[in-house]
């Protein structure tokens, strides 16, 4: 894995797939989002939350479909509105530009396991590995980020403690599921990392 010098860094290439419209204000400064669709080689979409400055949207005006390259961070919050806290996933844009191009998907995080790892088995026999990565940002602040690993991946990543500092490459996806209420079952979608490449680090490797 090559070395990072951020701790929190979003790469994706996708289509503009909905309007923005306004977030939230914050430090004086008025925020929009959108959803931004993309492709993976399956042929399969992940459709991303993008929040972005109001200043940035204005800088591009990008026409609903048309293609575009966002370089940022992930950040989590929970959103209380409705039953239950919800731990919502959405990419903060640091760059916004129109592009051409095949779709992608990279992150690459560097933070600290804040939740014992969940070794379980899908219905087709794979081992999957359930993390939750706490990455720190300014203001003393820090956004927890679930994340999965697959096969040996999982395996390994089971052993680690709480506490352990992880490096880790991976793609944002959004998956629909199935969740059973009281009023019967809804369909939710659920934010997380699908992690290809990750390792536990020495202190002194952290950078954070």
Known sequence: MEQMTETNAVRLCGTLAGAPAFSHESRGQRFYSFPLEVRRLSGNSDTLNIVLRREQLEAVEAAEREKLLITGQLRSYNNRRGEGAKLVLTVLARELLLCEGPDENSVFLTGTLCR?????????????????????????????????????????????????????????????????????????????????????????????
């Open 116 to 208: 014992a790892p969940n070794l379980r088995v899908t219905p087709m026999g794979r081992d999957i590995c359930d993390l939750m990565l706490a990455v720190n940002r300014s203001y003393a602040r820090s956004d927890y980020l679930p994340c999965i690993c697959w096969g040996l991946r999982a395996r390994e990543a089971a052993r680690w403690p709480v506490g352990t500092a992880v490096r880790l490459e991976g793609r944002f996806q959004s998956r629909p599921y199935i969740k059973l209420t009281e009023t019967g079952p809804v369909e939710r979608v659920a934010y997380e990392v699908s992690v290809t490449e990750a390792e536990a680090l020495e202190p002194a490797e952290t950078g954070i």
